[in-house]
C-alpha cells in the first residue's frame, strides 16, 4: 500500500532507471526521497526482466499515477523486446535476457498471455522526453546522424557514444541515461564531471552482484544529488 504524501514547497524533479523488477527495492528508494504527489518522477525505461517481480514493478507505476503522483515513464530495450516477442512469437532472446522471470510474475509461460493494460502501457512509451536542461533517454543518443531525436532505435540500444557527443546541439541541456551498468564511484565521477561531458549514467545494475553496483539509483535534476537504495529484493 503507497502512502500519498503531499509537499506544497519545493517540488522536485528525480529520475531513475533499469528498475529491471526490483519492486521492494524502488519502493524502498522512493521513500528514500520522500517522493510526494506534488514532485515529477520520470522513469527511464527497463521496468521489467531479471529482478523477481516485473508485474509488481508496473502495478506500483500505475498505483503511483492514479494516487495523483507525476510519474512520466520512457521505454527501455527489455520493453521493446518484450513487444517484439509477443508480434514476432521469437521467446528465446528475450527470455535469455530477464523475460523468464517477467513471465514468471505474472504466472504465465507466455507473453501473448500478459493483459493488454501492460501491453498498452508499453506500447506507448516515448523514447525520450526533454524536461528543463535535460534530455532524457534509455541508452543513449545518436550524434552522428542530422537529427539525434529521430534515432527512436539508438535511444534504447545504444553503447559507447560518449566520444561523440555534440556540445554545440545539446546546447546547455544534459543527457541523462540509463542501459549500462556503471559502478557507484563512476556514476559520481560523471556527475562531477558534467561541465566536462553533459552526460550522466544513472544504471548502478540494481540486479548485479558486482563491486559498486546492487543498488538503484535516484538523481535529484534541481539539486544534482545521487540517491542510492542497496538491492532488497
Known sequence: M??????IYPMKKYVISDIHGCKKTFIALLDKIGLSTSDELYLLGDYIDRGPDSKGVLDTIFELQQNNYKVN???GNHE???????????????TRH???????????ADGMYIPHAYIRFLTD??????????LLVHAGVNFKVLNPLEDIVSMIWLRDW??????????????IH???PMSRLSIQYQLEQLETLP???????????????????????????????????
Open 125 to 134: 512509451l516515448p523514447y525520450y522526453l526533454l524536461v528543463d536542461d535535460y
Open 199 to 233: 552526460v550522466l549514467d544513472i544504471d548502478n545494475g540494481c540486479c548485479f552482484n558486482r563491486e559498486g553496483m546492487g543498488a538503484l539509483c535516484a538523481f535529484d535534476m534541481g539539486e544534482r544529488k545521487l540517491v542510492f537504495q542497496r538491492n532488497v529484493d
Open 73 to 75: 515513464c520512457l521505454r
Open 178 to 180: 540509463g542501459h549500462t
Open 2 to 7: 503507497l502512502i500519498i504524501v503531499k509537499r
Open 80 to 94: 521493446q523486446m518484450l513487444l517484439d516477442q509477443r508480434s514476432e512469437g521469437e521467446i528465446s532472446a528475450w
Open 98 to 108: 530477464g523475460g523468464l522471470q517477467t513471465l514468471q510474475s505474472f504466472g504465465i
Open 162 to 175: 560518449y566520444k561523440d557527443v555534440d556540445k554545440h546541439w545539446l546546447g546547455k541541456r544534459i543527457v
